[in-house]
């Protein structure tokens, strides 16, 4: 899939647009203006947002973009909390930072409508463009990609990638709902859609990955020993979920149109 088109059918379907966020100011906007329009009957473009200190939220508030504020820490917090508080019934997640094809999410939704599946992942790998992934970030995703088809089976080319498409209904099974607060759930929810929605429902497709705008938030070593070592606790059952599925019971809905400060 290596490029988009403009779509010429509105699809019958409600879609979430779902960026986990912290200090994205310099990427954000063009990533929020990357994502087509007027392509389906409803669509929601949210940011969970972890505590930032810049204009993130106020670049978002000015693009329309709901957000929501998570006060607890991690990627995979930002994203089992916006996966319960997303409005639509499918749900596309990317990074904020323009290394995905935001104008190929519609050509993903359809795919996903078309062949009836529930849980789409998308390979960086087999087509990152030139200066998108330092060599070693290269051979770090290489080895835990390896590790994980390694101790599952599951023949996912990239572990860590950032860019799915799928229903929100498949979480409705409890057994879907990964557990990690880190980085790790990347990995973690194609390990679980392999095992509990098969091959036939949850496929692999390739996208072009671009160079990173702004500061990374990833640390390369760190974060690296983490997924790898998630992986072998998850194999041999040995992973603890820290927090509970789903937001705070006590933390504010989304903001519209200002800041809690302002409020």
């Given at each position: 899939m290596a490029g988009g088109r403009i779509m010429d059918e509105v699809l019958p379907v409600s879609v979430t647009v779902l960026l986990p966020t912290r200090n994205e100011e310099e990427a954000l906007g063009a990533t929020v203006d990357a994502i087509p329009r007027d392509w389906c009957e409803s669509l929601e473009i949210m940011i969970v947002d972890g505590s930032s200190t810049d204009r993130t939220r106020e670049i978002a508030l000015e693009k329309d973009v709901r957000v929501h504020l998570e006060p607890r820490k991690g990627?995979?917090?930002?994203?089992?909390t916006g996966f319960v508080v997303a409005s639509n019934d499918i749900i596309v997640t990317m990074d904020a930072d323009c290394t995905y094809p935001a104008e190929l999410i519609p050509?993903?939704?359809?795919?996903?409508?078309?062949?009836?599946?529930?849980?789409?992942?998308?390979?960086?790998?087999?087509?990152?463009?030139?200066?998108?992934?330092?060599?070693?970030h290269g051979f770090g995703n290489w080895v835990l990609s390896f590790n994980a088809r390694l101790l599952f089976g599951y023949g996912i080319k990239d572990s860590q990638s950032g860019m799915w498409v799928f229903r929100k209904s498949i979480f409705d099974n409890p057994k879907m709902r990964p557990t990690n607060d880190g980085m790790p759930l990347s990995e973690e929810i194609k390990v679980l859609a392999r095992k509990h929605l098969g091959r036939k429902k949850a496929i692999e497709i390739?996208?072009?990955?671009?160079?990173?705008?702004?500061?990374?938030?990833i640390h390369t070593w760190g974060d690296g020993w983490k997924n790898l070592r998630f992986l072998y606790a998850k194999r041999f059952g040995l992973h603890r979920t820290r927090t509970e599925w789903g937001p705070l019971e006590d933390n504010p809905d989304s903001l519209n149109g200002t800041l809690p400060e302002q409020q």
């Open positions: 990627y995979g917090r930002a994203y089992r050509e993903l939704v359809k795919r996903l409508l078309d062949d009836d599946l529930d849980f789409i992942t998308c390979d960086r790998l087999s087509m990152a463009e030139d200066g998108s992934m330092s060599g070693l390739s996208v072009p990955y671009r160079e990173r705008v702004g500061e990374a938030e």
